[in-house]
T-cell receptor, first 115, second 113 residues
Framework: AQSVAQPEDQVNVAEGNPLTVKCTYSVSGNPYLFWYVQYPNRGLQFLLK??????LVKGSYGFEAEFNKSQTSFHLKKPSALVSDSALYFCAVRDMRHGNNRLAFGKGNQVVVIP | DGGITQSPKYLFRKEGQNVTLSCEQNLNHDAMYWYRQDPGQGLRLIYY???????QKGDIAEGYSVSREKKESFPLTVTSAQKNPTAFYLC????????????FGQGTRLTVV
């Protein structure tokens, strides 16, 4: 099955420190991977995507993600976390099986940035 | 202003009633999706549609129904057959290419009273 896994429930980081949110994927064929952020009682906002090409993808709000084929990972990173980065983060993968076009999400990671 | 609009933001339903959640987009997207979000379970796909007058069941379609009569609109009906309907419902749309991201509405929080 096309799926992503986010192994940690919550990530705590001090303001100004590097932030990493982990995601591993399981796909047959080429992976099409996405990161989204969700603030309380709001919809999801797109951050970045990997389709092909450079393994380091840059996105919105200073976020970037590193695609690693050998480790089947697509970790989200930010060099210096802000308190306003506290939110729920979702990794997602395009599922193109059987001629369909679905977007499958991980369970999400709560990020808490401590002032 | 382009975007995707869900209404209402909050909805209360009595047990045994059907309710319909609205989702409208003016992004000219062919594909539309409905997800259900519960704490600790991420987003689960209810139904999706890749083109007008066509839709497919997602992973948790039981107790829900949809229609796609217009490109802009993809309403979701939560029927009385849905045993545990209290949740946050998210609608999304995208173009149909593999490299396209989805855009989300602000969500509808449904509570059964």
């Amino acid at each position: 099955a096309q799926s992503v896994a986010q192994p940690e429930d919550q990530v705590n980081v001090a303001e100004g420190n590097p932030l990493t949110v982990k995601c591993t994927y399981s796909v047959s064929g080429n992976p099409y991977l996405f990161w989204y952020v969700q603030y309380p009682n709001r919809g999801l906002q797109f951050l970045l995507k990997y389709i092909t090409g450079d393994n380091l993808v840059k996105g919105s709000y200073g976020f970037e993600a590193e695609f690693n084929k050998s480790q089947t990972s697509f970790h989200l990173k930010k060099p210096s976390a802000l308190v306003s980065d506290s939110a729920l983060y979702f990794c997602a993968v395009r599922d193109m099986r059987h001629g369909n076009n679905r977007l499958a999400f991980g369970k999400g990671n709560q990020v808490v940035v401590i002032p | 202003d382009g975007g995707i609009t869900q209404s209402p933001k909050y909805l209360f339903r009595k047990e045994g009633q059907n309710v319909t959640l609205s989702c409208e987009q003016n992004l000219n997207h062919d594909a539309m999706y409905w997800y259900r979000q519960d704490p600790g379970q991420g987003l689960r796909l209810i139904y999706y549609s890749q083109i007008v007058n066509d839709f497919q069941k997602g992973d948790i379609a039981e107790g829900y129904s949809v229609s796609r009569e217009k490109k802009e609109s993809f309403p979701l009906t939560v029927t009385s057959a849905q045993k545990n309907p209290t949740a946050f419902y998210l609608c999304a749309s995208s173009m149909t290419g593999v490299n396209t991201e989805a855009f989300f509405g602000q969500g509808t929080r449904l509570t059964v009273v």
